[in-house]
């Protein structure tokens, strides 16, 4: 009596590895061991466990196509995964984005500068004019320092500190105070003990209203308003230049270590070096 073949001897399936796909043909079926021989189209054969076998190969590649790749000769490879990371790509630092970063935070503090101007336009031009204001002694009668704070949708607090001083002066026998360091701000520099220390301190009086007086005289008040604006301006583009850029080019770097790749490159390889690739990964 003729040994019963098992039906499925030389039916065309899928058998699948780790990292592989073929497309084969049933030879042999060891029930006992649970596994089965396959041969491929290129007449190698593989033996594995059952359920390494898919019988609708078509259908499988078509749920599969995203992750494996023909080879040829009825061999499948499965593709490499691109790497996962929770950093958000950036692209590595050049001088061109450095500079264009830089020149937009100048142009920002330039804007801001240009902005302040024109609403205290007023007070430059006083100030500019107390040039020609007279020179008077006065007397520190009370110094304090205080805070300015303001509290953000956040509930973060923030305070700035300044110092109020003023100032008794006699002008044409009349008596008179004044609180203001120059007529752009109110902030005498310095601690409140600097000015109560003071044997006397200098007032530019106001000739036609006696009651204007301040400190700080003509163009140096001006001047000294801009050199304020300068050195945040220094310190918010040394900030930039010296804590941010030597961030992100760490950063950067490490991305590349760990092979992402910068936003909108791509890497360029050539057929033969494709498959040569290939050779060194599969075979």
């Not at 073949?5 to 029930?31: E, K």
């Not at 490879?77 to 970063?101: C, F, H, M, Q, Y």
């Not at 009349?174 to 203001?180: K, L, P, R, S, V």
């Not at 600097?194 to 400190?215: C, E, F, R, T």
Request: some cysteine.
């Amino acid at each position: 009596m003729d040994e019963e073949v098992d039906p499925d001897i030389g039916r065309v399936v899928g058998f699948q590895t780790d990292d592989m796909m073929y497309i084969a043909t049933i030879i042999s079926i060891d029930d006992n061991a649970d596994q089965l021989t396959v041969r491929t189209e290129d007449g190698q054969e593989l033996t594995g466990p059952l359920d390494a076998v898919f019988l609708d190969p078509e259908k499988r590649m078509e749920e599969l196509n995203e992750r494996y790749e023909p080879l040829g000769g009825g061999k499948f490879r499965e593709k490499p995964r691109e790497p996962t990371s929770n950093w958000t790509p950036v692209a590595d630092p050049t001088l061109r984005d450095i500079g264009l970063t830089a020149g937009k935070i100048v142009g920002v503090v330039l804007a801001i500068g240009i902005f302040i101007t024109l609403i205290s336009f007023g007070d430059i031009l006083t100030q500019i004019d107390s040039g020609n204001w007279e020179e008077v002694q006065g007397d520190v009668v009370e110094a304090y320092e205080g805070q300015d704070c303001s509290t953000d949708s956040d509930g973060t607090t923030s305070c700035s500190s300044y110092t109020t001083v003023t100032v008794a002066y006699t002008y044409e026998g009349e008596n008179y105070t004044t609180q203001d360091y120059s007529a752009l701000s109110d902030d005498w520099h310095n601690t409140a003990e600097h000015w109560l220390d003071k044997a006397s301190v200098s007032v530019y009086v106001n000739p036609d209203q006696p009651s204007q007086a301040i400190h700080i005289q003509g163009w140096d008040g001006v001047l000294e308003g801009a050199f304020v604006l300068s050195f945040f301006t220094g310190i918010i583009l040394g900030g930039y230049l010296f804590v941010v850029v030597p961030i992100w080019f760490v950063y950067a770097k490490i991305q590349r270590i760990s092979g992402i790749e910068a936003p909108g490159t791509k890497k360029v390889t050539t057929p033969a070096a494709d498959e040569d690739a290939k050779e060194e990964k599969f075979w």
